[in-house]
């Protein structure tokens, strides 16, 4: 990840029983940053019966718990994609409770302010109303801290949780020019690209080989790809966003650009229906 130039990955889910300090020290010595799932398959907010029930609080605080004692947990999501159609946004109140809960969790327990945030679908049918919905409370801990997608004029740290489309081959990551250029860092604060390891998807940009059908030696293998090893970089991939990372030097914004405006940063206005699709239609 050094050698590609990375600051910053997204963990999708991590074991929080487990042992992460060699990890954490080792991206933290390469100055690489982590933005972390708190969930995990059994315990994620799902799409067509969505709950938020204390067995998921206590399995997002445990997860919390672990990782706020790194620097270099740079943030954290309570749902990701939860839903990926207009029709069942009726999901959104229980990741924005999550959100709540956990944070208040975080408050309650002196941590570091770390952002919760929530990794969103791109569903043209529901702006602006869910990213309005989602930060529109004038009580700050009763919203999001961060938000991975959305477009300008937000009043939350947004960010793309997934770029590096692959329908074109081979992937150049051109659109990195744009998002860590002059014309977005003004608005967005920069980009993940999708995603490490290879697999059956075809996004990796490394793997660690390939597993015979049948083969069971290896206990990290999942779909026929291993998960340790040696990184082996999946070109022309890595190489090209290798080379896209080398040009591109992002100045972000200073924290003085905000000074004289810092009093005119308010909340969208809440929308006056809940996004929410019945039967196909916008109720």
């Not at 489309?165 to 081979?170: A, D, E, L």
């Not at 690209?193 to 990290?220: A, C």
Request: glycine fraction near 8%; proline fraction near 8%.
């Amino acid at each position: 990840m050094k050698e590609l130039g990375a600051n910053a990955i997204r963990v999708y889910h991590v074991d929080p029983n487990g042992d992460p300090d060699e990890c954490m020290k080792a991206l933290a010595d390469a100055g690489i940053y982590l933005f972390v799932d708190l969930d995990d398959f059994p315990t994620q907010i799902e799409e067509q019966s969505p709950i938020w029930s204390q067995k998921q609080v206590d399995a997002f605080k445990l997860t919390l718990d672990e990782l706020q004692k790194y620097g270099n947990t740079a943030g954290v999501f309570v749902g990701s994609e939860v839903f990926t159609v207009a029709n069942d946004s009726a999901a959104s109140p229980y990741f924005l409770a999550a959100a709540r809960d956990i944070g208040a969790y975080r408050d309650s327990k002196d941590y570091r302010r770390i952002p919760v945030g929530y990794s969103a679908a791109d569903i043209a049918e529901l702006c602006p109303m869910l990213r309005n919905y989602l930060v529109c409370r004038e009580d700050e801990s009763e919203r999001l801290d961060s938000f991975a997608s959305t477009p300008a004029g937000y009043p939350v740290p947004i960010f793309f949780s997934e770029t590096g489309c692959n329908t074109v081959r081979p992937r150049d990551f051109d659109d990195l020019n744009t998002i860590l250029g002059p014309e977005m860092t003004g608005t967005w604060s920069g980009a993940l690209v999708y995603e490490w390891i290879e697999e059956l998807n075809n996004y990796g940009l490394i793997t660690y080989g390939k597993v015979p059908e049948g083969d069971t030696s290896n206990p990290s293998a999942l779909d026929g790809f291993s998960r340790r090893g040696t990184p082996t970089p999946v070109n022309p991939d890595f190489t090209n966003l290798k080379s896209r990372f080398a040009t591109l030097d992002p100045t972000g914004v200073a924290l003085s650009d905000y000074s004289d405006r810092a009093s005119e940063v308010t909340a969208p206005p809440c929308p006056n229906s809940t996004p929410i699709y019945c039967l196909g239609r916008l109720s």
